[in-house]
Nanobody, 120 residues
Framework: VQLQASGGGLVQPGGSLNLSCTASVRTSEFYAVGWLRQAPGKEREGVGCISTVGGRSYYSNSALDRFTVSVDNAKNTVYLQMNSLKLEDTAVYYC??????????????WGKGTQVTVSS
C-alpha cells in the first residue's frame, strides 16, 4: 500500500487548505479512510476518518466542525478540507487506510505526509 499526500503549504490563521492523497490500492476495499497528523514534539494523532460503508465518521475534538474527510473511490483519492485553520494545526499530515476501524486509533496503513504550516 502506497499513500502520497499533497496540498500542504503555508497558510495564515483563519485560512483554508484542501489536502489530497492518492492511494496505490482501491480505497473502496478498505473499511475506513482518514487522516493523521504529527506536530513537532508530539505524538501522531488521528484527525478524522470516514467509513466506506455504513456512514460512520470520526473527528478529533480539535478537528470537529472545521475539517471534513471525503473520498473519491473512482480516483482512489482521499481528501481533507481544512477551514478556520489555527496555529496549533501546524503539523505533518498523513492520509491513512484501515481495514478494521474508524476512530482515534485508525491508521493501519499510512504513507508520506505533507507539511501544513499555519503562521501569520
Amino acid at each position: 500500500v502506497q499513500l502520497q499526500a499533497s496540498g500542504g503549504g503555508l497558510v495564515q490563521p483563519g485560512g483554508s487548505l484542501n489536502l489530497s492523497c492518492t492511494a496505490s490500492v482501491r480505497t473502496s476495499e478498505f473499511y475506513a479512510v482518514g487522516w493523521l497528523r504529527q506536530a513537532p514534539g508530539k505524538e501522531r494523532e488521528g484527525v478524522g476518518c470516514i467509513s466506506t460503508v455504513g456512514g460512520r465518521s470520526y473527528y478529533s475534538n480539535s478537528a470537529l466542525d472545521r475539517f471534513t474527510v471525503s473520498v473519491d473511490n473512482a480516483k482512489n483519492t482521499v481528501y481533507l478540507q481544512m477551514n478556520s485553520l489555527k496555529l496549533e494545526d501546524t503539523a505533518v499530515y498523513y492520509c491513512a487506510l484501515d481495514n478494521y476501524l474508524c476512530g482515534p486509533s485508525m491508521g493501519e496503513y499510512w504513507g508520506k505526509g505533507t507539511q501544513v504550516t499555519v503562521s501569520s
